[in-house]
C-alpha cells in the first residue's frame, strides 16, 4: 500500500497570507480530508489513504508547522490552523466534504467542523480529547506517572525548555513517541522512522510541533467558545484498544449530538500503523453509510 500511496499527487497552495500547505491528492469520489498527528506528517495514512481512496478523493495535508508545509514561528493555536485548512478547501472548490483528524490534527478538525458545521457530512476523531472538555485533566501529574505516560503534555507547554531540552535528540524522542502507548512498538517502519525523524530535524520543526501542544491553554478557551453549538453531524470517536480506547467518545460527548464509539482492536496510539485493516474498515464503514 505505500507504492500505491506514492501515487498520489504532490501539491500545495498557500493560505492564511504566505503559509505555504503541502497536501497529498488520490483517489475519486466525494472529498475526504485526513488530518495528522505529531510527530507524523501525511506520511502516516500510507496505508489507510490508498484504501479509503477506492471510494473517495482523497485529501492528506501537511499541516502547518509539519512535513513539507511551511514552518511559522507562530499560529499553532488549532483555530488558526483550521483556517489553514479552510482555505485549503475553499481554492480546492469544494462545497462539502469529510473529515478525520488523527492525535492533534483532531483539534484541528474539531475547530474546522466546529466553526464550519454546514461544510461537513460526517467527522471522525482518533485518539484524542479535547482541551476544555478532559485533555488538561490527563496533562496532570499523577502517583502512577512512569516513563510510559504522557508526560510530554505537561512538558511540552513550556517550549522554550522542551526545545532547548530535545534540541539533537529528536532520534531519542521519537523512539520513546513510537514505543509509548503502543500495542506493538516495532509497527512503525524502520524507514518510516527515519523520514519522521528527518522532518522534525528541520530548522523550527522541533519547535513547532512543540508549540502544537503549547496552544493547549488558547486551544481550550476557543473550544470552550465553539462548544456552544454542538457538532450537529454524525461523530465517530475511535480510541486504540492499549491506548485511548472509549475515552475518545466520552471526551467528545460534550461538544457533539450524535456519538458512535470505536476501538481498534490490537493497536495502541499508533492505529494507522498498528492495525491498518482494521482502521481502514471502519472509517470506511463509517464514512460511506
Known sequence: MTQ???????????????????????????????????????????????????????????????????????????KTMAEDIYQLIQQLGYQQASLCGYDLGSGVAYSLSAAHPELFKKVAFMEFGLPGFGYEQVMQASPDWDAGS???????????????????????????????????????SPAHFEEYV?????????????????????????NKKLAENPLPMPVLAVGGESSSGLYVAELFKPVATHVQAVVVPEAGHWLGDENPTALASILTEFFLD
Request: net charge negative.
Open 150 to 188: 504522557n508526560w510530554h503534555l505537561s512538558f511540552f507547554t513550556v517550549p522554550q525548555v522542551a526545545e532547548f531540552a530535545f534540541q539533537g535528540k529528536e532520534r531519542q524522542l521519537l523512539s520513546w513517541f513510537f514505543w509509548h502507548i503502543s500495542n506493538d512498538e516495532a509497527a512503525v
Open 4 to 78: 500505491i500511496y506514492s501515487q498520489f499527487k504532490h501539491q500545495r497552495v498557500t493560505v492564511n497570507g504566505n503559509i505555504q500547505i503541502h497536501y497529498r491528492i488520490g483517489g475519486s469520489g466525494e472529498p475526504l480530508f485526513l488530518l495528522h498527528g505529531w510527530p507524523q506528517h501525511s506520511l502516516m495514512w500510507h496505508m489507510i489513504a490508498p484504501i479509503l481512496a477506492e471510494h473517495f478523493t482523497v485529501i492528506a495535508p501537511d499541516l502547518r508547522g509539519a512535513g513539507g508545509s511551511s514552518i511559522p514561528t507562530s499560529g499553532y493555536d488549532k
Open 198 to 222: 528527518r522532518q522534525i530535524s528541520k530548522p523550527g520543526a522541533l519547535r513547532a510541533g512543540i508549540e502544537y501542544y503549547a496552544a493547549v491553554w488558547q486551544d481550550l478557551e476557543d
